[in-house]
T-cell receptor, first 112, second 113 residues
Framework: KAGVTQTPRYLIKTRGQQVTLSCSPI?????VSWYQQTPGQGLQFLFE???????NKGNFPGRFSGRQFSNSRSEMNVSTLELGDSALYLC???????????FGPGTRLTVL | AQSVSQHNHHVILSEAASLELGCNYS??????LFWYVQYPGQHLQLLLK??????LVKGIKGFEAEFIKSKFSFNLRKPSVQWSDTAEYFC???????????FGAGTRLTVKP
């Protein structure tokens, strides 16, 4: 089975712009979660989607949003980018919301 | 909400030394516990997990962890480390009623050959 894939792998944006990141889960997995990883804050939970519905949300501002499509693929959007949004954004998928999560390689976002 | 503490920020060992990385969580209810590893330049991989049953769980590459409910701990162990174990190790917990995964800050392990 193919693993979780994320596109793009690297992205450079400037302050004030917006960005959309994409995640394709493992086939058959209906849950997709997003995390932000930074050296200072570590791994922080952003949100989880299951069957196109947001189930849980972490403590991030409203500039961070996401959605999930009927094929379980998910996108994450960050509007009005700030320097502090520079991070590795990880996507993880699992079959259901009680199962083990499998992580993708991440998208490295740099905000200049 | 649940939280996770990993007390060791950076651990340096020589090959063949024994390893124990601490992980404590705070949550009063039932939890699922995980250890993930991130090798340099690679993505997070699951080492082992505990959902229920035998509190001593064995994972890949000779790692094991013991869930001690009374101590809210899930420490990771390996009797003899190898240079290839150099990586960052993350403890994580999900609460049974909300399922969002909380990670510890991570422990960087450096194994000297």
């Amino acid at each position: 089975k193919a693993g979780v894939t994320q596109t793009p792998r690297y992205l450079i944006k400037t302050r004030g712009q917006q960005v959309t990141l994409s995640c394709s889960p493992i086939s058959g997995h209906r849950s997709v979660s997003w995390y932000q990883q930074t050296p200072g804050q570590g791994l922080q939970f952003l949100f989880e989607y299951f069957s196109e519905t947001q189930r849980n949300k972490g403590n991030f501002p409203g500039r961070f949003s996401g959605r999930q499509f009927s094929n379980s693929r998910s996108e994450m959007n960050v509007s009005t980018l700030e320097l502090g949004d520079s991070a590795l954004y990880l996507c993880a998928s699992r079959v259901g919301t009680e199962d083990t999560q499998y992580f993708g390689p991440g998208t490295r976002l740099t905000v200049l | 909400a649940q939280s996770v503490s990993q007390h060791n920020h950076h651990v340096i060992l020589s090959e063949a030394a024994s390893l124990e990385l601490g992980c404590n969580y705070s949550y009063g209810g039932t939890v699922n516990l995980f250890w993930y590893v991130q090798y340099p330049g690679q993505h997070l991989q699951l080492l082992l997990k505990y959902f229920s049953g035998d509190p001593l769980v064995k994972g890949i590459k000779g790692f094991e962890a013991e869930f001690i409910k009374s101590k809210f701990s899930f420490n990771l162990r390996k009797p003899s480390v190898q240079w290839s174990d150099t990586a960052e190790y993350f403890c994580a917990v999900t609460a049974r009623n909300n399922n969002d995964m909380r990670f510890g800050a991570g422990t960087r392990l450096t194994v000297k050959p």
